[in-house]
């Protein structure tokens, strides 16, 4: 699903919230393997307060507030290695 799919979804940004949950699953709740879906349900969240407000609430959501301090702490966090064929880099 696209973004604006994903706004549209009930409750908003929903889809992207249970993407977390699949690949935590799919990869032994090793948070540092989905990275990429945090950052898409986050980007997803602050669209979302973007349009309706800081006031407005979805289940998939943190808050408005934490959600900016999370973006912040994001941008500051050095590169994640990655595993390619069996070996880290």
């Not at 408005?64 to 301090?69: C, F, G, N, Q, T």
């Not at 966090?77 to 880099?89: D, Q």
Request: aromatic share 6%; with cysteine; proline share 6%.
């Amino acid at each position: 699903m696209g973004l604006e799919q994903d706004l549209q979804s009930d409750p908003p940004c929903h889809p992207r919230a249970c993407a977390i949950q699949d690949c935590l699953t799919k990869n032994g709740y090793n948070e540092a393997r989905c990275t990429k879906v945090v950052d898409a349900l986050y980007e997803c969240c602050r669209v979302f307060y973007e349009r309706n407000g800081d006031q407005a609430t979805s289940a998939s959501c943190p808050r408005a507030s934490l959600l900016r301090l999370k973006l912040e702490q994001r941008k500051k966090r050095p590169t994640m290695r990655h595993e390619v064929g069996g070996k880290w880099h």
